[in-house]
């Protein structure tokens, strides 16, 4: 067989394994955000029905074209997420494959790994906010654990000194955006806001949450929450609370309970508390700290250079994608950017082309 008879076959075979595990890495992006086992049941199943979907149904990339999209037993609509995640996770696993092939492709499992966890950590993010623990601490864990076997993964030949790098890695990528997050808790931890006009709010309690409704707005209380020591601060025309009315009052609120002027709530014992407010100051972060615990995931797999390389690159994305979003008005007063999606867009230029790149700027600066 000729080599580049070799290569077309690893090829397709390395795009045919990508989206195999796209399809399990489905499973991940639903499952894991809601609490479910991935194991249990072991089929995927229909959202719509819960029907467990047989195997014939589930060929990757395949079964959704066929299907047209939908269930085989309730013609439910399947979303096309389902086809993009594992035509993603193909072509991402054929693009690995292409840039570790020929000099080192044992390199392609632990990179395979890590474009996995990419997807997985994206989509969730995206649609939750948050980035689980399994791909963040999981994945730092797992980055050193294959550099110590893998010392390639680290530029070197050494067992000990690969996962010494792994290590630092993890350790620089996890402290370099602490850092960022608290230095931007204290240059942006509030947001100010005030209204043209009295504006109806509406506070309700929801088990062991809580929504907040101000105006056309719609945000889940533990939104605002990050930290014991945040407030939400409300001052209102008039605010009605267990029955008792205020005017021209100020509304400080902690996750748990509320104060006006020395008088206290615990917000479980309420259920409403509704009126206008004037003006409102919330506080934010700068990022969650899933998004920290995945630049450690990061820095395990690709070193300490990968992480700088990748948080200049993430927040350069970052910023331009929320300036267009501001400047084409889409941006209401509780909206939120993931930024886990330009961390793994960072770290994966940087996988392919990081060293090409810093070459070049280095060159044409110099």
């Not at 993009?84 to 492709?105: I, K």
């Not at 370099?176 to 997050?181: C, E, N, S, T």
């Not at 939104?223 to 400080?252: C, K, P, Q, W, Y």
């Not at 690709?302 to 994305?317: D, E, I, Q, R, Y």
């Amino acid at each position: 067989m000729t080599p580049h008879a070799y290569e077309l076959l690893f090829s397709t075979f390395a795009f045919i394994l990508g989206a195999a595990i796209g399809s399990f890495l489905n499973v991940c992006i639903y499952r894991m955000p809601r609490d479910l086992s991935v194991n249990k049941p072991k089929r995927s199943f229909c959202p719509s029905c819960k029907y467990q979907i047989p195997w014939h149904h589930n060929l990757p990339l395949i079964s959704w074209l066929v299907l047209r999209g939908k269930c085989g037993n309730c013609r439910g609509k399947i979303s096309v997420r389902y086809f993009g995640v594992e035509l993603l996770t193909g072509l991402l696993f054929l693009a690995v494959w292409h840039h570790v092939w020929p000099r080192h492709p044992e390199l392609a499992l632990p990179y395979f790994i890590l474009a996995s966890l990419f997807v997985v950590a994206t989509f969730i993010d995206l649609e939750f906010f948050i980035i689980p623990d399994e791909i963040t601490w999981g994945g730092a864990v797992a980055g050193v654990l294959l550099s110590l076997a893998m010392p390639a993964m680290m530029g070197t030949q050494s067992s000990l000194q690969a996962g010494l790098w792994s290590i630092i890695g993890a350790t620089t990528g996890y402290g370099l955006l602490w850092g960022v997050v608290e230095l931007g808790k204290k240059a942006f931890g509030k947001k100010r806001i005030v209204f043209e006009k009295p504006t109806a709010f509406k506070w309700t309690r929801k088990a062991n949450d809580a929504e907040l409704i101000v105006g056309d707005e719609t945000q889940l209380w533990s939104e605002f929450f990050s930290r014991a020591s945040d407030r939400l601060l409300m001052h209102t025309t008039t605010a009605v609370i267990d029955g008792e009315r205020f005017e021209n009052a100020l509304l400080e609120f902690r996750f748990d309970r509320l104060e006006i002027a020395g008088k206290k709530w615990e917000l479980i014992k309420l259920e409403t508390i509704t009126g206008e407010v004037a003006e409102i100051t919330i506080p934010r972060e700068a990022m969650g700290f899933g998004d920290v615990k995945f630049m450690a995931c990061i820095g395990a797999f690709l070193g300490w250079k990968a992480v700088l390389f990748t948080v200049f690159g993430a927040s350069t994305v970052g910023a331009f994608i929320g300036l267009a979003t501001i400047a084409i008005g889409r941006r209401e007063w509780s909206a939120k950017i993931p930024f886990g999606p330009y961390l793994a867009f960072a770290a994966l230029v940087w996988l392919f082309a990081g060293p090409q790149i810093i070459a070049w700027y280095l060159q044409t600066v110099g």
